[in-house]
């Protein structure tokens, strides 16, 4: 890669990614001002573009400000109204981010909201609240065959595709894998690895596209522990892959 890739923290569990080259940078989902401020003064480098993936303040709330700061533009979804967005982007749009060097592809991944957009190049997809690690976002305003058809489109991209996602949720992810799956090892094994990473401070994340397929019960909706688990939910046999990940989402809702 020829970025710096990095995970600023925010509020309590947020993650705003920033990637660098040479000394000019842009910010994926800046919900504060403040880490980003910091981010670029400690390291030199001037901010050329702020992208936004969906409306939710967390992950918008200091786009507005930053690109005054700056003069830069902000790229976001096309389907949703947030006042800063000035490049109204959706599936198909191809951008290219002044200074950096760097193209993205724009795909629409409603289900968390309505206009929820991911950006997709160079071996990293930027995926806001829809696709995280071991676990995927909250059905806001999205139907469940929305979200099961956007987490499939993730899911499509190569194994080595660096998974940047919106919160550091992993951990809760995992121990919610663990009931759906028992028996699955590699479940057991990437815990252990994000407890350590988390003890030392570190984030979880990016995580692997490859490993999400192996240890995320959202992607695994048509492995047979998976829908095991959502017949005894249900109490019957699910109708299809939808109804598996309508019903394990479901039940995550009010797991803790
Ligand atoms: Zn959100």
């Given at each position: 890669?020829?970025?710096?890739?990095?995970?600023?923290?925010?509020?309590?569990?947020?993650?705003?990614?920033?990637?660098?080259?040479?000394?000019?940078?842009?910010?994926?989902?800046?919900?504060?001002?403040?880490?980003?401020?910091?981010?670029?003064?400690?390291?030199?480098?001037?901010?050329?573009?702020?992208?936004?993936?969906?409306?939710?303040?967390?992950?918008?709330?200091?786009?507005?400000?930053?690109?005054?700061?700056?003069?830069?533009?902000?790229?976001?979804?096309?389907?949703?109204?947030?006042?800063?967005?000035?490049?109204?982007?959706?599936?198909?749009?191809?951008?290219?981010?002044?200074?950096?060097?760097?193209?993205?592809?724009?795909?629409?991944?409603?289900?968390?909201?309505?206009?929820?957009?991911?950006?997709?190049?160079?071996?990293?997809?930027?995926?806001?609240?829809?696709?995280?690690?071991?676990?995927?976002?909250?059905?806001?305003?999205?139907?469940?065959?929305?979200?099961?058809?956007?987490?499939?489109?993730?899911?499509?991209?190569?194994?080595?595709?660096?998974?940047?996602?919106?919160?550091?949720?992993?951990?809760?992810?995992l121990?919610?894998?663990?009931?759906?799956?028992?028996?699955?090892?590699?479940?057991r094994?990437y815990t252990d690895?994000c407890?350590?990473?988390?003890?030392?401070?570190?984030?979880?994340?990016?995580?692997?596209?490859?490993?999400?397929?192996?240890?995320?019960?959202?992607?695994?909706?048509?492995?047979?522990?998976?829908?095991?688990?959502?017949?005894?939910?249900?109490?019957?046999?699910?109708?299809?892959?939808?109804?598996?990940?309508?019903?394990?989402?479901?039940?995550?809702?009010?797991?803790?």
């Open positions: 890669m020829d970025f710096d890739l990095v995970a600023l923290p925010a509020f309590r569990d947020n993650y705003i990614w920033l990637l660098a080259a040479g000394s000019v940078a842009a910010v994926i989902d800046p919900g504060d001002a403040a880490p980003v401020r910091l981010a670029l003064k400690e390291r030199q480098l001037k901010l050329a573009a702020v992208l936004i993936t969906h409306h939710h303040p967390d992950h918008m709330g200091g786009a507005a400000a930053l690109a005054q700061e700056h003069g830069c533009a902000v790229y976001g979804p096309a389907h949703e109204r947030i006042v800063a967005v000035d490049r109204p982007l959706s599936e198909g749009a191809e951008l290219q981010l002044p200074g950096l060097k760097a193209r993205f592809r724009v795909l629409d991944i409603p289900g968390h909201t309505a206009g929820h957009i991911a950006y997709q190049g160079h071996g990293i997809i930027f995926c806001g609240d829809t696709l995280f690690s071991a676990g995927c976002g909250r059905l806001f305003e999205g139907t469940a065959a929305q979200m099961s058809a956007s987490l499939a489109k993730l899911a499509a991209l190569p194994d080595e595709t660096a998974v940047c996602c919106g919160h550091e949720y992993t951990l809760a992810n121990k919610f894998a663990r009931e759906v799956e028992p028996d699955n090892r590699e479940v094994e690895e407890a350590l990473r988390r003890e030392r401070g570190e984030p979880t994340l990016p995580s692997r596209l490859g490993r999400e397929r192996r240890v995320n019960p959202f992607l695994r909706c048509g492995e047979a522990g998976v829908q095991d688990a959502a017949r005894r939910r249900l109490g019957r046999k699910p109708a299809d892959a939808v109804e598996v990940f309508a019903a394990i989402r479901e039940w995550k809702d009010g797991f803790s």
